[in-house]
């Protein structure tokens, strides 16, 4: 049996200029003319006006980028210009402030150092007289402490012993305690109100320094928003912010005066043109900054001595112990 299908014969579907013209105009929007400041009235040669894109129903919207895409998150250039006391052959100012440069970073470095070591306590050294006199300490409060019990026990069985003292009764206070009593009250909250009325008659005379402290507050909280404004700022773009390593500083480049030479077939080079740009990609916050980790185990290795290393007799004891557990394990569920 031929399953195809004949052809209807007669109508073939829209044709390509049909298509095509269609396509245009779904896509194609009119152009609004140039509307000048008077109804009805146009600009015949003036620039229109850019025409809308408009977007396919079918088509999910398109993405908008957060404002922070594509922006400079470092100042750094991508290229560092090299101190010119590096040169092949520097002046001789120049090859001393790069010298200094290089000490200034040594000398910072001691001081952190010594400072981290300047709180820890010294290493305790005792003598032997020390050491005795040490450990014997609360061994002779031992004995004093048996020959003392009795007194002790005495003195316990004192103070457990009830009190045979009266309870004391309180006494009724009398009409001239309790006016004299309402009088000091009454008083002490008229001095009170007057201690408030002056208070606030001195505030109201002082309105002038009130308003000069007022505003040096206001100084002193717009400094510390603009330092804050900066330090973010400084934040932001500083060197080496992504990843969870610390971006280590680059030793200081130079050469002694010994090692300087004016010809540039004598001169070497201590750097690497892959680890300087690695460092400046780093640097820029073009990449993370990531430490070397070692191969390391999570766990440690777990020793397991086999049967055929073991003496007989181990084994016979571990047989028995195996035995001993199933019968254990045969009653427990019978």
Known sequence: IDTRVAPVSGYSGPSKK?????????????????VSAKPGVYDL???????????????????????QYKKAESHLPAIEAPHPGTSYNPTFTQHQELLQSALDVEEKREKEKAK?????????????????????????????SEEGEPSTAVEKEEEEAPSVTKPVQKQRKTRVQKNKERLERQKAAELAAAK?????????????????????????????????????????????KYGPG????EQPEFLLPEEVSSSLRKLTVPSNNTQDRFL??????????????????????????????????????????????????????S
């Open 18 to 34: 049909k298509k095509k013209k269609r396509k245009t105009s779904l896509s194609s929007t009119p152009t609004p003319l140039p």
């Open 45 to 67: 040669w003036g620039a229109l006006p850019a025409p809308k894109r408009q977007q396919d129903p079918c088509l999910p919207p398109p993405v908008k980028p957060p404002p």
């Open 116 to 144: 981290a070591t300047k709180n820890a306590a010294p290493p305790i050294r005792l003598t032997e007289e020390q050491y005795l006199a040490e450990m014997s300490i609360g061994l002779g409060k031992a004995e004093e």
């Open 196 to 240: 408030a009325d002056r208070q606030l008659q001195h505030q109201l005379t002082r309105v002038k320094a009130i308003k000069k402290e007022l505003n040096a507050e206001e100084r002193r909280a717009a400094e510390i928003t603009a330092a804050r404004r900066e330090k973010r700022a400084v934040v932001a773009v500083r060197p080496g």
């Open 246 to 249: 610390k971006l280590l500083q």
């Open 280 to 333: 400046s990609l780093q640097k820029r916050n073009m990449i993370e900054v990531r430490q070397k980790v070692n191969p390391h185990r999570k766990y440690k290795l777990k020793t397991v001595e086999k049967w055929r290393k073991k003496l007989p007799e181990e084994i016979i004891e571990l047989t028995k112990m195996k035995t001993k557990k199933k019968k254990k394990i045969a009653v427990e569920s």
